[in-house]
């Protein structure tokens, strides 16, 4: 199982760290992601960390989100700085491993002022 947590309500150009906790091991995963929905529009891609620790991000939040992983805690995280807006979103994370595809709860976060 994975539970995002972290959101809330933040000002424009404020900061906020987004977790994911698994309850077992992360090791095992080919890579870990986090995905957005804002309203009224599809849910997104934006960030991955791969197994081996590399890092991909969408060209929208590129520069202002940092995904990490600690392997002990069984969590990934998502530093988001410059929030905007635009960011207003519910942040899921999901897992994937050579099977299947686990998705957890999301966790809203508003940005507004």
């Known amino acids: 199982q994975l539970q995002a947590s972290g959101g809330g309500l933040v000002q424009p150009g404020g900061s906020l760290r987004l977790s994911c906790a698994a309850s077992?091991?992360?090791?095992?995963?080919?890579?870990m992601n986090w995905y957005r929905q804002g309203p009224g529009k599809q849910r997104e891609w934006i960030a991955r960390?791969?197994?081996?620790?590399?890092?991909d991000y969408s060209d929208t939040v590129k520069g202002r989100f940092t995904v990490s992983r600690d392997n002990a805690k069984n969590t990934i995280y998502l530093q988001m700085i410059s929030l905007k807006p635009e960011d207003t979103a519910v942040y899921y994370c999901n897992a994937v491993s050579t099977t299947r595809t686990y998705w957890g709860p999301g966790t809203l976060v508003t940005v507004s002022s």
């Open positions: 077992g091991s992360i090791v095992s995963f080919l890579a």
């Open positions: 960390v791969r197994q081996g620790g590399t890092t």
